[in-house]
């Protein structure tokens, strides 16, 4: 009899506690503004008047591989942590930005949503499928079965061999997962104070060749539960694009994609042809540009701006490329030097250029970000608080940095070979999803390894250094276009107003360059770089052409460095020497930092490892920032217009 | 003393093991006792069952839906007792960790449901001013240096406001700043500025040069609103979403704390 009691009084106990939990989510009303896209919810600056700091590219426990990684924590921590919370992670360690960042996007891995989640937490006994088990039971077994668990996964995901008992209950998990993440999402989107934004990641890989893309919305709840997240298993970029367009259609709101880890993509990430290997057409073209107007370039699984096999003449080449450039994401084909073209973003870049001789349009006029792609649910893109790609190298791994990491169990990569990650910058006039989201449509972005450089650049055909005396911002905006914008020619050279601020709580600025590409008389790609300023230009003159480099003060023992070089902003006017009218080209600026300590520095310090001679070479670096370009087009160049 | 060998066999050892904890389970019964075949559908369990039906679907069910309800009830009773007479809870890490989870559950839940009073939500917000406190906001004019030597001079020497007047905006820093918070000021000028920034009093006078990571600033400091605390009414919902967490994580802890302290740990290392 008593025992019958006690249990009433449990169930009736538990049906209280879930009830309250209803209420509590009720609770926390969330308001229209909030759920919408923000316009005409703040006052508005005149012209962008700040960069706006975000990551668009970060994970939770929704997605699989995070989840198989072991990362418990989901959107609310996520967004918590990303607005400045103290927040726990997933290895129970408390952990907070010093920086809250201004906006994120959430962008889990639209294959397979919350599925893994879901095969964690079901009962055993009611998994038949012999690999579904098998996962569970990896899962739970231990941090390093997860582990493995998620390589098999990843594995299964690039050669679309998933198990058909997935595929059960697959939409609703799907709807479940997307609608509660949209929701927590909503709920923390404050509209002129932290931007939170909707997204997934589309995770097309054929023979393990990276082709995703990061898909953002500009739209909150009300319209992005219209949709689910668009698989990318089976599907191919074209259909991504039908998916996106049907989704402007159908709602009225507005949704883009950004390619990342093209240097994981053995070349066809950015290609000369169509994806099926014929001439590339006007429309194909066409659709891309629109759909896709940024590129993210750097992040923690390397660095994508250019390849010192490309860029033989860039002696600052070849950043964060180690271990990433000889093979594709899941190591499965080796990466040849053939491949490289369409891999790297002023390959690609220059490639545009190419093909719209060829076709009237240029399908790779992209802006760049950077971000990190984190799967512990933490943005964190400094180096000095690295939070590891996934929760298995979160920072309780001590060694973390001198251990093989694949996904899988396959060899070729270590874990100082991952970088801190990057972050978006972005020029708007304030902080809402409409905001934000349009200066990606805009290209007035830009990318940075994690320090918060404020950088600005307009271009135009009168600026003068005398500008600076006066308000520069706004003649660069009245008489010419920011970063991202479009010049055509005038048959004289095009001037730029470049201006470069260090992160006002990080290091001192070495330089600032300008990247240049064109497409010579024999129709051959060209690139150049500039020194346009630098710190201390009157020591450090020019000699064989070159800039003398400008030193290193990190102190390896402690993982320190001081601002006793660089300087903390530079500037100037510059206008193209090498201007031939009738030429078309792109200008995009590269503004480098002294040298810093590398997460891996500040790992081996904090925790008392040696790192691996290979590690210890690599551990101090010149962190940096890439502008969105800035086209010069010649007159007619772009017949899309006229179509 | 000579025991027979058969004494030694661990099959025997688990035998008697298994006996004996047999012995112990049925003695001692358990909530769902698996030995018992009569399923009661009460009053109270049938109320519950459509009361879960009422929250997924906004309505209650129909008579037939509540009979294929009741007889996916009993289905799962049946199933479940038999499971658990097989043993099948055992060595199940998601029902260990659903157990556990109801146990914090149940200790929190009161909190859910009391409905605070305004009394205890303004202790609340009395006892944590840092979660509600609005940013404090700066006015300020600024001239930016790059070198310390030239604000000195400037300082001693200028009619700084005529110069801020001429003066072209230096870089990203703008010559007024006008009610900026603290978070946006520290985002734009740094951490180090806006500490420096707060050892000035407010005044009409040029004060300086105060450092940041851009540089050198002379500025006159003209506001800074004190951090401001709302009013109760004002943010009643936040106050009372934090409270009622904030309490269930309290009451979770001390229910665990207590239930803790019966228990001998030895941990082997």
Not at chain 1, 297 to 319: R, Y
Not at chain 1, 503 to 515: H, I, S, T, W
Request: aromatic share 10%.
């Amino acid at each position: 009899m008593r025992n019958v009691w006690a249990q009433r009084g449990l169930v009736r106990w538990v049906f209280i506690g879930a009830a309250a939990l209803a209420l509590a989510a009720c609770d926390a009303e969330v308001s229209e503004q909030q759920r919408g896209n923000g316009e005409g919810t703040i006052e508005l600056a005149e012209f962008p008047d700040r960069p706006y700091w975000g990551d668009t590219h970060l994970h939770t426990d929704l997605s699989g591989d995070a989840f198989g990684f072991g990362v418990r924590l989901g959107s609310e921590e996520a967004l918590r942590f990303a607005s400045g919370e103290v927040v726990e992670s997933t290895f129970g360690v408390e952990a907070q930005l010093d920086r809250p960042l201004d906006f994120l996007v959430i962008s889990d891995h639209s294959d397979g949503l919350g599925a893994f989640k879901r095969i964690y937490d079901a009962p055993r006994m009611l998994i038949s499928d012999p690999v579904i088990k098998r996962w569970h039971d990896m899962m739970h077994e231990s941090p390093e079965q997860s582990l493995r668990a998620a390589g098999e996964i990843i594995d299964r995901a690039a050669s679309n061999d998933f198990p058909a008992a997935m595929a059960e209950g697959r939409e609703e998990t799907t709807r479940n997962s997307w609608h509660q993440q949209i929701d927590v999402i909503d709920k923390f989107n404050k509209p002129g104070v932290f931007t939170a934004m909707g997204g997934f990641e589309w995770t097309l890989m054929p023979g393990g060749n990276n082709m995703h893309r990061v898909v953002m919305f500009r739209d909150g709840g009300d319209r992005t539960k219209q949709v689910l997240p668009f698989p990318g298993f089976g599907n191919t970029s074209s259909q991504l694009w039908d998916y996106m367009d049907a989704y402007a259609a159908n709602t009225g709101g507005q949704v883009l994609a950004i390619p990342h880890n093209p240097n994981l993509s053995n070349g066809m990430m950015f290609e000369l042809t169509m994806p099926d290997g014929t001439p590339m057409t006007a429309e194909y073209a066409r659709r891309r540009a629109s759909a896709e107007p940024v590129v993210e370039v750097t992040q923690i699984k390397g660095d994508s701006e250019t390849h010192p096999f490309l860029s033989p003449n860039d002696e600052f080449a070849g950043f964060g490329i180690k271990g990433w450039d000889k093979a594709n994401l899941n190591t499965e084909i080796a990466t040849t030097s053939d491949m490289y073209g369409g891999s790297y973003a002023r390959e690609a870049l220059k490639r545009g250029l190419t093909l719209e001789e060829q076709t009237g349009v240029n399908p790779y006029a992209f802006g760049m970000i950077g971000s990190t792609d984190s799967h512990t649910a933490f943005a964190t893109g400094d180096e000095d608080n690295f939070y590891g790609k996934h929760s298995s190298v979160e920072p309780v791994n001590q060694d973390r940095a001198n251990q093989p990491q694949n996904l899988g169990t396959r060899e070729g990569r270590f874990g100082w070979n991952y970088l801190a990650g990057g972050y978006a910058a972005a020029w708007a006039r304030g902080n809402t999803r409409a905001e934000i989201f349009d200066a990606f449509k805009r290209r007035e972005v830009y990318a940075t390894t994690g320090p918060r450089m404020v950088v600005r650049m307009f271009g135009g055909f009168d600026f003068s250094a005398a500008d600076w005396d006066g308000d520069w911002v706004r003649k660069g905006y009245e008489t010419g276009v920011p970063m991202g914008g479009e010049l055509v020619d005038q048959g004289s050279a095009p001037s730029f107003m470049i201006s470069a601020q260090k992160d006002p709580d990080g290091a001192n600025l070495d330089r600032v360059q300008v990247v240049k590409g064109w497409v010579d008389a024999n129709g051959n790609t060209q690139e150049r770089i500039y020194d346009v300023v630098w710190s201390d230009m009157d020591k450090r003159t020019r000699t064989g052409g070159k800039v003398p480099a400008v030193g290193d003060t990190v102190d390896r023992a402690s993982a320190t460095y001081t601002n006793d070089i660089g300087a903390a902003q530079l500037r100037s006017v510059w206008s193209d020497p090498d201007y031939q009218s009738g030429q078309g080209a792109f200008y995009y600026l590269r503004v480098l930092e002294i040298p810093t300590p590398r997460w891996t520095l500040f790992d081996a310090v904090r925790f008392g490892i040696d790192l691996s001679a290979d590690a210890m070479a690599d551990a101090v670096a010149q962190e940096r920032a890439y502008s969105s370009p800035i086209w010069l087009k010649t007159v007619g160049s772009d017949r899309s217009e006229a179509q | 003393m000579n025991l027979p060998t058969w004494t030694r066999e661990p099959l025997v050892h688990f035998l008697i093991g298994g006996a004996l904890l047999f012995g112990w389970f049925t003695w001692q019964g358990s909530p769902v006792d698996p030995a018992s075949r009569s399923i009661i559908v009460d009053r109270d369990t049938l109320g519950s069952i459509s009361a879960g039906f009422e929250q997924q679907m906004g309505r209650f069910p129909s008579d037939t839906e509540l009979d294929n309800l009741i007889e996916r009830h009993i289905r799962e009773e049946v199933l479940y007792r038999e499971a658990l007479r097989l043993g099948m809870d055992q060595d199940d890490a998601v029902i260990r960790r659903r157990l556990a989870q109801k146990m914090d559950l149940v200790a929190g839940s009161q909190a859910e449901l009391l409905e605070p009073s305004d009394e205890v939500l303004t202790k609340w917000l009395a006892e944590h001013p840092a979660r509600f406190a609005q940013d404090p906001l700066y006015s300020f004019e600024q001239l930016g240096f790059v070198q310390r030597t030239t604000a000195d001079a400037a300082l001693k020497t200028e009619d700084l406001a005529s110069r801020l007047e001429t003066a072209a905006p230096t870089m990203e820093l703008p010559k007024a700043v006008s009610g900026m918070s603290r978070q946006e000021i520290q985002t734009r000028f740094g951490q180090q500025f806006v500490r420096e920034l707060d050892q000035l009093e407010p005044g009409d006078q040029w004060q300086g040069p105060v450092p940041s990571g851009l540089g050198w600033h002379l500025v006159r400091l003209q506001e800074v609103s004190a951090e401001n605390l709302p009013a109760l009414d004002d943010i009643r919902d936040d106050v009372e979403s934090d409270w009622r967490l904030g309490t269930a994580a309290n009451r979770k802890q001390q229910a665990y704390q207590l239930l803790r302290g019966a228990y001998s740990v030895e941990i082997d290392r």
